[in-house]
């Protein structure tokens, strides 16, 4: 997959992208951001925990007190990119960093909001589309995300959250476990179940938004169920293999 990311000058020359893949618990990749973006993913996931000031990435606090920083992992691997027309790289659309909060989300909003401003040439606003958008989960801080006026920090929706009016570029997606589908045997779901996924995909797109879920089976059957489902984000654990599949449909 490296050969498919020529390096010229400080310009990384991306493969298409992959529109709907969704680079999950993308630090625990060999290389992260690097192998997603490798892989065409346009939504790479990160877990983050406020320790001493900092974000640090990981799955818990053991892992991330180890761990390494957003910004060394993911923000200034971004922001030291050169950009082509604005975007990552040319015929990308806006990319996703899908920023999971694992606690203290009030106490995470305004160090990652001043981090994301302080690079301001590559991370979009509600009304600036630039390069990367930042979108906050887990513990998400929703008064403060809803109630900035600069909107830097954009949230990742539940349910609950639909029919609100909240405006697509403050709620850019819908997210939901599969869990709540009810159904993990195969992909031949019940009618029950089946209306259940499909009715939360249709007040997702009827709201102007993107909808996932997390927690569904990471392989190709699935994968082709989420299509059916005209799910907008393919959660994965296997970004090269979801673009050559992505690639042979």
């Not at 909001?113 to 606003?125: D, G, I």
């Not at 499909?198 to 989420?226: C, H, I, Q």
């Amino acid at each position: 997959m490296l050969a498919s990311m020529i390096l010229l000058g400080q310009v990384a020359l991306l493969p298409s992208p992959v529109v709907r893949g969704h680079s999950h618990n993308d630090y625990w990749r060999k290389r992260p951001l690097a192998e997603a973006l490798e892989a065409g993913m346009c939504s790479i996931e990160a877990d983050v925990f406020l320790i001493d000031g900092k974000l640090k990435v990981g799955h818990d606090l053991a892992e991330a007190t180890a761990g390494k920083t957003l910004e060394e992992l993911y923000l200034d691997p971004l922001a030291r990119r050169e950009l082509v027309d604005g975007k990552l790289a040319k015929g990308w659309p806006e990319v996703i960093l899908l920023v999971d909060v694992k606690a203290e989300g009030e106490k995470v909003f305004p160090v990652l909001e001043k981090l994301v401003k302080e690079r301001s040439r590559v991370f979009s606003t509600d009304k600036d589309v630039r390069a990367v958008r930042v979108v906050v989960s887990g513990d998400r801080p929703v008064e403060l995300i809803l109630g900035s006026q600069e909107g830097w920090l954009a949230l990742d929706g539940r349910r609950s959250d639909l029919g609100k009016k909240i405006p697509v570029r403050r709620m850019p997606m819908v997210s939901e476990s599969w869990s709540y589908v009810g159904w993990n045997k195969n992909v031949d779901l019940p009618e029950e179940n089946l209306i259940r996924a499909l009715n939360f995909t249709k007040y997702v797109f009827a709201e102007g938004k993107k909808s996932r879920f997390w927690g569904v089976p990471d392989r190709p059957d699935y994968w082709s169920l989420m299509k059916r489902l005209a799910v907008d984000w393919v959660n994965t654990d296997r970004p090269g293999e979801l673009r050559e599949w992505e690639l042979q449909g």
